[in-house]
């Protein structure tokens, strides 16, 4: 069987990458891709511990199932925030969305 | 089974009333919409009156999902009050648009979701809630759509909420996977067994802390707030700045004292310093603003900072102001973003300077926003100064002086800004004579702020001991 850690490690690079993205990309939509690389990470981790940590219960999967549906939700308001935020602007480019400073 | 129910009828009551608003908005003729905000009101209140015949009551119910306390009621009850005022301050704006149906819809699901975070007792009822709070905010935040101000608060209030809800949930399942559970009780347990300094475990716990750091926008993720606050359309600031912060703490809270007592000795430094740079960062940054809506919001986060430190002494006492400075802070801020409304009503702009010379313009109003101000100081005879003194005070008596004494300068150091508001209110001379009229449903918000905003502060006896009522199940104490 695959040890667990190779399941963990694999998630924390996986976060990581997310992570990196959302850092580095300027384009609002790659923002949300790298979000959802993120969220992909913790429901590898929680499958895992599901499997490995807790094998007689299914509350981690439970968990990974709420984390999808609620992730989706996210994502089905953001893409209708960037198609507005589109028609306004002609941009998605979030450092050219920047009438609010001081 | 059955007879749990009972518990969560006032949220039973809540999903009921969004799903009326909802479908009555269909058969609803045009002229007769603002109706659906009155039928909000009738439910929020009345849930507010079924939760209040909870209080007393000690159980967990619902597979240990839920947990029904006086902590969790006590802020269930200000959670929909305060939102019932939001929900009033809206009408006149949604006047224009005609969109009641959608966005009483959208605020009363947010409502349900903080009274879901407010009682949950387990991680996933935690997170559900929080995201049932967040997502329709983020969609208020944006309900201007023509605007694009309002389109960019949203953006920037969902991109930050997105990656801080992974970042949750990533730290939650690093959680779960070193204690096997995500019940917080559960979590307690285990870690007693478990090697505290674990890496590990201490980066699962940072992340969630983080994540619920994020909600209350506390120093280092309040970026989102100025500019949500400035572009969202004013009564969704006025509900974006009240009420969802009060189900952040109450998460907070949860964790702290639920999940992690065992590391109270180390919460003192983590909250300890997420207090003293929030508070410094909003008054510092506060005092620069032109625009009265951005002033507010760093004026937040520095409240927030002081409430904070009430998590960094983390006892029982520290609790009770807590919930004392939550009541507290909804009633000046709604008062102050319902001011803040009736006058943008005349200059749209929002700036300070429109305010100079309200006190001639409009005494009522420049009378009421000196209170709420004087309040938010935090000056003797006002709730803002029993909020202060009480949170405060639960620091000197646990031996964090230095924590009161940050606070105390730092209240010195906000005078400046909200002095500044009412210098402009009575001694600049106004650059238009237009007078403020003030619709009926803003001046009662108005009213009823700055009433309890005063009886808190003269009468503070009767609230002090509703705040010492707080208990929680299964906490340390």
């Known amino acids: 069987m695959i040890p667990l850690n190779y399941f963990v490690i694999f998630?924390?690079?996986?976060?990581?990458?997310?992570?990196?993205?959302?850092?580095?990309?300027?384009?609002?939509?790659?923002?949300?891709?790298?979000?959802?690389?993120?969220?992909?990470a913790v429901n590898v981790n929680f499958v895992a511990f599901s499997r490995y940590i807790t094998p007689h219960t299914i509350v981690g999967l439970m968990y990974t199932i709420f984390a999808m549906a609620s992730g989706a939700a996210e994502i089905g308001v953001g893409l209708a925030i960037i198609v507005t935020i589109y028609r306004g602007k002609q941009t998605l480019n979030v450092d050219e969305i920047d009438m609010l400073k001081w | 089974m059955g007879k749990e129910f009972i518990y969560i009828i006032p949220e039973i009551l809540i999903l009921t009333t969004a799903t009326i608003v909802l479908s009555l908005d269909i058969f609803l003729p045009r002229e007769r919409k603002?109706?659906?905000?009155?039928?909000?009101?009738?439910?929020?209140?009345?849930?507010?009156?079924?939760?209040?015949g909870l209080i007393g009551e000690r159980v967990s119910i619902l597979a240990d999902m839920f947990v029904i306390d006086s902590f969790g009621i006590i802020l269930k009850i200000v959670i929909l009050i305060a939102a019932s005022m939001a929900a009033l301050l809206a009408i006149e704006f949604l006047k224009e648009s005609n969109k009641y149906g959608e966005y009483y819809f959208l605020l009363l699901s947010s409502v349900l979701g903080m009274m879901i975070v407010t009682g949950s007792s387990n991680l996933i009822a935690v997170f559900l809630g929080i995201q049932l709070t967040s997502v329709p905010l983020y969609i208020m935040a944006g309900f201007a759509r023509t605007d694009v101000k309002s389109n960019e608060a949203a953006l920037k209030y969902f991109l930050l909420g997105v990656l801080t809800a992974a970042v949750t949930l990533y730290g939650m399942s690093l959680i779960y996977g070193m204690t096997g559970t995500l019940n917080l009780a559960e979590i307690a347990t285990k870690l007693e067994h478990t090697n505290l300094n674990d890496p590990v475990l201490f980066i699962g716990m940072t992340f969630v802390v983080s994540g619920f750091t994020f909600k209350i926008a506390a120093v280092p993720f309040h970026f989102w707030a100025p500019d949500t606050y400035e572009g969202a359309p004013t009564p969704v600031t006025a509900f974006i700045a009240a009420v969802p912060?009060?189900?952040?703490?109450?998460?907070?809270?949860?964790l702290v004292f639920t999940a992690f007592p065992e590391f109270t000795g180390q919460w003192v430094g983590l909250f300890g310093l997420a207090a003293t740079m929030t508070m410094i960062t909003g008054n510092i940054l506060a005092i620069p603003q032109k625009n009265i809506k951005r002033m507010l919001a760093f004026s937040g986060i520095a409240h927030v900072g002081y409430a904070l430190i009430s998590l960094a002494v983390s006892n029982q006492h520290a609790l009770s102001g807590l919930v004392f400075y939550m009541i507290a802070y909804a009633a000046m801020n709604l008062g102050a973003f319902a001011i803040v409304i009736a006058v943008g009503r005349v200059s749209p702009e929002n700036q300070i300077e429109d305010f100079a010379g309200l006190g001639s313009r409009s005494p009522l109003l420049a009378g009421a926003m000196t209170i709420l101000l004087l309040s938010m100081l935090g000056f003797p005879l006002t709730a803002g100064f029993m909020a202060k003194f009480l949170v405060f005070a639960s620091a000197v008596e646990k031996g964090y002086v230095w924590l009161a004494v940050i606070g105390v300068a730092n209240s010195v150091i906000s005078l400046y800004y909200y002095i500044g508001v009412v210098r402009q209110m009575y001694m600049v001379p106004p650059k238009t004579e237009k007078p403020v009229p003030i619709p009926v449903t803003i001046g009662a918000v108005v009213l009823t702020s700055v009433v309890v905003t005063m009886v808190i502060g003269i009468f503070p006896e009767y609230f002090i001991q509703l705040a010492r009522l707080v208990f929680l199940v299964n906490a340390s104490f």
């Not at chain 1, 690079?13 to 300027?26: E, K, N």
């Not at chain 1, 923002?31 to 993120?38: I, N, R």
């Not at chain 2, 912060?245 to 949860?254: H, I």
């Open chain 1, 11 to 40: 998630s924390a690079i996986l976060f990581s990458i997310g992570m990196y993205g959302v850092l580095a990309r300027r384009n609002a939509i790659l923002l949300l891709l790298s979000v959802e690389l993120m969220l992909n």
């Open chain 2, 245 to 254: 912060k009060m189900a952040g703490f109450a998460a907070l809270v949860r």
């Open chain 2, 34 to 52: 603002s109706l659906l905000a009155y039928v909000s009101i009738a439910g929020l209140w009345l849930a507010a009156f079924l939760s209040a």
